[in-house]
């Protein structure tokens, strides 16, 4: 099923207009507003997405929203969950990879998305999450950094041993240095169930694979697999198990 979906949804957005779009908005960006979101520092990438509007999110997101439908069901295809889950999307932006696990996941499935940045979460709470057998699916966000203890959007902090899968996009391994991921992966595991899964991507300048597979299993999770984009992607989402 995951095999004959990937090539329709990625054909729905093509990958060189995509990337010329985000070629396009990054430039204009960085000379006519001065703002370089690439940056390894966790903080000044925050700010800079920060003084992005909406619609310039939207461009330079454009490749990795197209990377988003071939990463992550790659690495579902062989551990999809044929229960309902509770999931959590890690910076999550304004709902693009929370798209790609709502049409994925089991009917019935929970999200809650992550965001640091309030405007793109109220962006993402405006738009309609369905499944791809065209029923509703439960969809919440909350603005905060992943930093922090994840909390529900209500503001309660998750519970331990609650959440069964986590993802993380285009944010590990473009802005987190392995110090920071390694204060993520704590978290991610206090709130993953034994045998829960955890899909993150690696890369420079962030967190590379090498880094992030070390960091993971040294906190008790054992690596089953990775995938990319295309063999030109520069990024690879790692999928981890919570060992027992």
Request: aromatic share 10%; proline share 3%; hydrophobic share 35%.
């Amino acid at each position: 099923m995951i095999r004959k979906i990937i090539p329709k949804k990625t054909l729905e957005q093509s990958i060189f207009a995509s990337f010329f779009r985000q070629v396009w908005t990054e430039g204009r960006l960085i000379f006519t507003r001065g703002i370089n979101f690439r940056s390894r520092d966790n903080q000044s990438a925050r700010e800079a997405y920060r003084k992005m509007q909406l619609r310039e999110f939207e461009g330079i997101n454009a490749r990795q929203r197209w990377a988003n439908w071939r990463t992550i069901p790659r690495n579902l295809e062989r551990c999809l969950p044929k229960e309902a889950v509770f999931a959590v999307d890690l910076c999550c932006g304004t709902g693009h990879s929370t798209e790609v696990l709502v049409y994925y996941l089991p009917v019935e499935s929970k999200i809650l998305g992550l965001e640091f940045n309030p405007d793109f979460v109220e962006s993402a709470r405006k738009k309609t999450f369905k499944h791809r057998t065209g029923k509703s699916v439960q969809v919440s966000f909350r603005a905060q950094s992943v930093l922090e203890t994840f909390r529900d959007s209500s503001g309660s902090e998750l519970a331990d041993a609650s959440v069964d899968l986590v993802n993380s996009c285009g944010a590990v391994g473009s802005h987190f240095d392995p110090s920071m991921t390694a204060v993520l992966v704590q978290e991610v595991s206090r709130v993953l169930k034994s045998g829960g899964l955890a899909l993150i991507d690696s890369g420079l300048p962030g967190t590379n694979k090498k880094q992030l597979v070390e960091i993971f299993e040294g906190h008790g999770f054992e690596t089953l697999g990775s995938a990319k984009s295309s063999i030109l992607d520069l990024f690879t989402q790692v999928c981890f198990r919570k060992k027992s």
